[in-house]
């Protein structure tokens, strides 16, 4: 103690002693203290960074133009209107320099090419992170109250959504996530409102279960609810994992409360033919297309078939024949909503599908399954798991109310700061992993979240939540003039009698007509401009293919005489296209000197028989059409305006635009009009 | 002055009687942690791929199917058992990065690929019973505009340019007479410039004296979606395309 106090003075002394030394080593102290801020500055990271950068292109081809380009200090993308302070580019020196494309060494790798430039979007409005900061820890890593780490880069389309509502060609990852928000029926629980307002809606089609009864037995029921999976693995319908109890309590409620249906016993003559042709359901099932939209698994476990309707591997499992064959006379009397159409079935037809069908099962499913006939405790506690598990807000169910926003709404699930989460143990701390977790295993979240377990795929996953995550709050309070909206889906609705049968063959299930519709067939909004009145009707009566490719085709629907001519009428009366214009195209017959012209021009200038067959015996394209009898089909005015522009007949068709001139148009029409079905003048001679 | 001297001395001292403690638990968990409870039973002496290799996925996702490589000994039949460990450059990740092959010999690893766009070279390595056996493989990540190239080219030129068919999509290849180049074929495609690559796009087969079969496209598809489809072309192609031209370093 005595020599430490003994050291302090004689330092005391020797530092200011004297005045002049004093004066000095108190000045000397003030410089000192003035360089702590450079020094600070210049030992930060960003100025080292900077530093690295200088030396990067100190030996390149271009170092002079770098040089000149390169500004020393912070730098910042201050846009107020979208609320970006972006200094990402104090370290990130080399976005927009093209010439050190090579490098691939962070933080001054070249921004890959995207539609929008980095100085009028910034950077954290894709990227995440904290644009304000200017360490990489800060700016990359934070998870503090209201900031975020840094978007893995596998979600980053989820940027694009915000502003982008509609459905964009680059980013189909977050297409697919929107596509799985509807078609998995995640918003029947979850609300989710666009930025303008608009409502996401569902465009599955979960079936109403008031007359389930008719349709299946309270074991087939109670096996589907144990796991949907198991009996067709590509249903949308999530596994709730239920106990065998509160299976069968559900079942019980389900059959209990089911009423019958006038409708369901209607066909209840049929019975299975025990000496029918095998092979006749087969064919019928392949000729009347029911693979376009229904899937069967093959002997390889591989799905073959469409998705706009339920899987049929196990239908014999499900169905009860009766109810099968009532479906099959006329689906839209059970439900009035169906995407499937009304077939006009003969009763014989209707007998061979139904047999065919019913074969379609699997004796080990469902084998083990006998339950006890059940009390009213037991119906009354299906009841409590119905309401509790929210079956209500997708299936009609008797006694129970659709419930009113039965989950959390979503609508900016993308923005919910990482202070309101509650992660389980091991878990990353970001948003991005929280919604896949909450996704991929619900239930792990406690034993009170109700959210069932999805069948999804790790690429299905991550499409989800990149949707999910393209939600934020910065997107709905973006300036309107940069919102691209989504194309919403038209309620069209054909009148009249042909509009009924238009509903009954349920058509907008693969057409689309104005707006409305689905996209498995072409656009009829301006068929009636399109084709020949014969052709259509000879195609409603019997659709011959035009596309040999294709495996989906248009089903024969049986119309009657007057039906077939009501509809044709319709089709040519209102689909009608204004571009069109009669007369600007070439009277037919054509005189054989423009046909042998157009002729020239198919197979020599333009070369259209890369794609199209015009002669069966030559000719191999195999993209478009075939169009042997193109001259009995379409129009002569449709075929010049298709030539001259087809996409602005067909948006998105795949035939280029050849700017072809007038002349030659008017050529190629002739030679194609002279292609017909009777007389065979068309081929090459 | 000489008093400071020692107590600068003794501060290591005392700091590593504190610090020495806490040093070796968190060794030795270290070390734990870099060695995983994999056992290899037995050892090949090659690698074969089985599957997965010279995939196109996006940057900084999953490749759509796992990496599968096979370990097999002198005689050419499957080890079971043996270590394989996967190795790739910055970016890549591997979902398990260190595998024991299965009874069938092989190793299947998830592969995620880094955040740039290009080739990844990948490899597989077993220990072996003398000397480590080394399997190579590419697989390539496309960015936005590669992607978006993708996507036209399956619309628009994949019909004629692939030669694959499936009962879904039928290839149009055998069909014409004079056959289109598939867009891997680096060989014929990186000799041409993106010049000729675009002008043949906008203007079709005859602009650069070649087939009519090939049609222009010019007033269907826009100058961006040319540019995507070129660097999608040039990210795919097989052999590599190496810009020419450009000089880079000035030493």
């Known amino acids: 103690m005595q020599s430490m106090r003994k050291i302090l003075s004689s330092a005391w002394r020797a530092l200011f002693g004297d005045p002049v030394r004093a004066f000095g ?27 690295h950068y200088l030396a990067l292109i100190r030996d390149r081809g271009d170092a002079i133009s770098l040089r000149r380009r390169f500004r020393p200090g912070i730098h910042q993308i201050w846009l107020p209107e979208l609320g970006v302070v972006d200094r990402c580019t104090t370290c990130h020196l080399a976005l927009n320099e093209s010439s050190l494309a090579d490098i691939s060494q962070q933080p001054f790798r070249k921004h890959p090419a995207i539609p929008h430039s980095l100085d009028g979007f910034g950077c954290v409005i894709c990227h995440g992170g904290q644009g304000a900061a200017t360490t990489v820890a800060e700016a990359h890593h934070s998870e503090r109250a209201g900031e975020d780490p840094i978007l893995p880069a596998r979600y980053i389309e989820s940027g694009c959504g915000q502003c982008h509502q509609n459905a964009l060609p680059g980013t189909p990852q977050l297409n697919l996530g929107r596509t ?4 998995y029926g995640c918003v029947h629980c979850h609300a989710i409102t666009r930025p303008d307002g608009t409502k996401v809606e569902a465009t599955d089609h979960p079936p109403s279960l008031v007359h389930i009864a008719d349709k299946t037995t309270r074991e087939w029921i109670y096996s589907w609810l144990k796991d949907p999976q198991a009996y067709a693995a590509s249903t949308t319908m999530p ?5 065998d109890a509160d299976a069968s309590d559900i079942s019980a409620y389900l059959v209990s409360t089911s009423t019958p249906h006038a409708g369901d016993t209607a066909a209840a003559g049929v019975q299975p033919a025990a000496n029918a042709d095998p092979s006749a359901g087969p064919s019928l099932y392949g000729e009347s297309f029911c693979a376009s939209c229904h899937a069967v698994q093959n002997a390889a476990g591989n799905l073959v078939g469409g998705d706009v309707g339920p899987e049929l591997t196990r239908i014999g499992n499900k169905a009860k024949p009766e109810w099968l064959a009532a479906w099959l006379q006329n689906p839209r009397v059970y ?43 037991h119906i009354a506690h299906g009841r409590k798991l119905i309401v509790e598990l929210g079956c209500t807000a997708c299936h009609e169910i008797n006694g129970v109310q659709k419930p009113e926003n039965f989950a959390p709404e979503l609508s900016t699930i993308g923005s919910k700061p990482l202070a309101q989460i509650v992660f389980l143990p091991g878990m990353e701390h970001s948003l991005p992993s929280y919604i896949v977790a909450k996704i991929r295993q619900p239930r792990a979240f406690g034993s009170s979240v109700k959210m069932p377990q999805f069948t999804l795929t790790a690429s299905q996953t991550d499409a989800l939540t990149t949707a999910l995550l393209a939600l934020t709050a910065r997107g709905r309070s973006m300036p309107d003039n940069l919102r691209v909206a989504a194309i919403p889906e038209t309620n069209y609705q054909p009148a009249g009698h042909a509009g009924k049968l238009i509903t009954e063959l349920a058509c907008f299930s693969c057409h689309r007509i104005n707006g409305r519709g689905g996209d498995m067939a072409p656009d009829l909004t301006w068929e009636g401009s399109s084709v020949q009145r014969q052709w259509l009707i000879d195609f409603l009566h019997n659709p011959n293919t035009l596309r040999p490719s294709l495996i989906r085709r ?132 | 002055m000489k008093r400071r001297s020692t107590a600068c001395l003794t501060f290591p001292f005392s700091a590593w009687v504190v610090l020495l403690p806490l040093a070796i638990p968190a ?74 092959t299965d009874s069938s010999g092989q190793a299947t690893t998830l592969v995620t690929l880094g955040t740039a766009a290009g080739r990844y070279q990948l490899s597989a390595v077993t220990p072996g019973k003398s000397k480590p ?44 007479e004079a056959k289109p180049h598939p867009f891997t074929e680096g060989g014929t495609l990186n000799k041409m410039s993106d010049a000729d690559l675009t002008s043949i796009i906008l203007h079709g087969g005859p602009a650069l004296s070649r087939s009519a079969l090939m049609p222009p496209y010019g007033n269907t598809i826009s100058a961006t979606d040319v540019r995507a489809l070129i660097a999608y072309t040039r990210a795919v192609s097989d052999p590599p395309y190496q810009p020419a031209g450009t000089v880079y370093a000035r030493k």
């Not at chain 1, 596994?239 to 106990?243: A, I, P, R």
């Not at chain 2, 290799?53 to 940057?59: P, S």
């Not at chain 2, 340019?161 to 055998?174: G, L």
């Open chain 1, 25 to 51: 080593v108190v000045s000397l102290g003030l410089l000192l203290a003035l360089a702590i801020a450079p020094a600070k500055e210049h030992f930060s990271q960003w100025h080292s960074y900077q530093r």
């Open chain 1, 180 to 183: 799985m928000l509807t078609r």
């Open chain 1, 239 to 243: 596994n709730y994992k239920l106990s």
């Open chain 1, 335 to 377: 439900d009035g909503t169906t995407p499937m159409p009304h077939y006009r079935f003969t009763p014989q037809q209707i007998t061979t599908l139904v047999t065919f069908l019913q074969a379609k099962s699997d004796s080990d499913y469902g084998s083990g399954v006998h339950l006890d006939a059940a009390s009213p405790q």
């Open chain 1, 554 to 685: 248009m089903p024969r629907f049986n119309l009657s005489d007057n039906d077939n001519k009501e509809l044709t009428d319709y089709i040519l009366a209102v689909y009608q296209s204004p571009a069109i214009d009669a007369d600007l195209a070439p009277a037919v017959p054509n005189p054989p000197a423009a046909v042998e012209h157009g002729r020239q021009l198919f197979y020599s200038k333009y070369a259209c028989e890369s794609c199209h067959i015009a002669d069966t015996k030559n000719d191999k394209g195999y993209i478009g059409p075939t169009l042997t009898q193109v001259g009995s089909r379409l129009t002569p005015a449709w075929i010049y305006a298709w030539l001259k522009d087809p996409q602005a007949l067909r948006p998105g068709t795949t035939e280029p635009n050849q700017n072809l001139s007038d002349d030659d148009a008017h050529a190629l029409t002739a030679f194609l009009m002279s292609l017909r079905s009777s007389g065979g003048r068309g081929a090459k001679q």
């Open chain 2, 27 to 100: 060794g030795c968990k270290h070390s734990a942690s870099s060695v995983p409870g994999l056992k290899a039973t037995a050892a090949g002496t090659a690698l074969v791929e089985s599957s997965g290799g010279h995939q196109v996925g996006a940057t900084g996702t999953a490749l759509k199917d796992p990496l599968v490589v096979q370990v097999n000994d002198d005689q050419g039949t499957a080890v079971p058992g043996a270590l394989v460990e996967f190795h790739g450059p910055a970016g890549v990740s591997f979902d398990p990065a260190e595998v024991l």
């Open chain 2, 133 to 176: 056996a080394i399997l190579e493989t590419v697989e390539t990540a496309l960015g936005y505009q590669q992607r978006l190239g993708a996507i036209l080219a399956d619309k628009y030129c994949n019909r004629c340019h692939d030669p694959e068919s499936s009962p879904e999509r039928v290839s149009n290849y055998d069909n014409l």
